[in-house]
């Protein structure tokens, strides 16, 4: 199986920071690679496809980054209804792995 | 667009099984894959399988083979996940999820689960 590893697991920061969260697949996917936003007892909500592609109706705001083995998801600036956990998934191969989730919170 | 609507609430004994149900508007059933997705109380997403109904196919997590099923009926445009010989690990919200997907112009296929249905909590206790 594939391991995905986010770093860092939580995050303290304001409104209008600039936050970038970290995940490394134990093996390259390419690009296969996506992001999702889950808030307090709703489902997630998927950001990012294919490592940089922008799903419809998000914000441009948050963007993707990176192959291979490295990704990188950046909030360019914060705003209040972005504090909430985001989990990378890679969709390189089965079974479907995600990342540990990384807890973004407000300072 | 697409809503997936899922069943409600279940509570059941260890050793018993249980079948949620994921039923599917807007859209054409049967021309995406659905996705089962759990997570525990406090912990991460864990994928479960999925199945294509267009083409009958079925991929499961190895950690559930031989416990889980999913299934669909076309008629009924509906998903079911069902997971038996439950436990106390078992307690989690159950999502299905509609997969996504895109292709570039090289013909490369990516895949994400772009809808979700809003989740059925299920909890094991004797």
């Known amino acids: 199986d594939i391991q995905m590893t986010q770093s860092p697991s939580s995050l303290s920061a304001s409104v209008g920071d600039r936050v970038t969260i970290s995940c490394r697949a134990s093996?390259?996917?390419?690009?296969?690679l996506n992001w999702y936003q889950q808030k307090p007892g709703t489902a997630p909500k998927l950001l990012i496809y294919?490592?940089?592609s922008l799903q419809s109706g998000v914000p441009s705001r948050f963007s993707g980054s990176g192959s291979g083995t490295d990704f990188t998801l950046t909030i360019s600036s914060l705003q209040p209804e972005d504090f909430a956990i985001y989990y990378c998934?890679?969709?390189?191969?089965?079974?479907?792995?995600f990342g540990q989730g990384t807890r973004l919170e407000i300072k | 667009q697409v809503q997936l609507v899922q069943s409600g609430a279940e509570v059941k004994k260890p050793g018993s099984s249980v079948k949620v149900s994921c039923q599917a508007s807007g859209g054409t059933f049967g021309s995406y894959a659905i996705i089962w997705v759990r997570q525990a109380p406090g912990q991460g997403l864990e994928w479960m399988g999925k199945?294509?109904?267009?083409?009958?196919?079925?991929n499961y997590a190895q950690k559930f083979q031989g416990r889980v099923t999913i299934t669909a009926d076309k008629s009924t445009s509906t998903a079911y996940m069902e997971l038996s010989s439950l436990r106390s690990e078992d307690t989690a919200v159950y999502y299905c999820a509609r997969e996504g997907e895109t292709v570039t112009r090289l013909r490369y296929f990516y895949y994400y689960m772009d809808v979700w249905g809003k989740g059925t909590p299920v909890t094991v206790s004797s």
């Open positions: 093996q390259s996917i390419s690009s296969y």
């Open positions: 199945m294509t109904p267009i083409h009958d196919t079925t």
């Open positions: 294919a490592a940089s």
């Open positions: 998934q890679q969709s390189y191969s089965f079974p479907i792995t």
